[in-house]
């Protein structure tokens, strides 16, 4: 009798054990994408959003904590303003070849090969700045989702 009386209270554990576990394995994913949807980051193009919100790129600051993440966002910022001056540079130095190919004086085309130059230059920092912030928000959402250290 004690041997049946054990195959039964084993098949009533394993019966409760598994009809409870679906739910934990719910909550915890539900949970997790909660915290997916809220707190997460992701780029949009040169826009930011987290939780249904826009993040102007300034304000993405705040959102790094002290470490490695945040010194991949301070080097993509630097990366980006240099970036945003070679562009303003290569403008102007398109246009003042512009000016002076016009007025047939000297200088016109060293100006065109300067301004195409500071144009790559722009280029290749602007996706710099994009990659390494990129990596920073990926990091951050990385130890949001599942902890620091992981």
Known sequence: MTKRLLQFGLATLVFLL????PAAQAQTR??????Y????????????????QQLPFRKLKTEFGPGVTSDLYLQGRHDRAVSRLLGVGAVAALVGSAVLRKNQ?????????AGVGLNLGSRRFSKKST???DRALWLRNKDVLFGPGR
């Open 37 to 52: 949807d809220t707190r997460t980051i992701y780029g949009y193009g040169d826009k930011y959003i987290m939780g249904g």
């Open 131 to 133: 990659e390494l912030v």
């Open 30 to 35: 539900d949970s997790l994408r909660r915290v």
């Open 18 to 21: 598994g009809w409870n576990a």
């Open 105 to 113: 004086q000297f200088g016109g085309i060293a100006l065109l090969v």
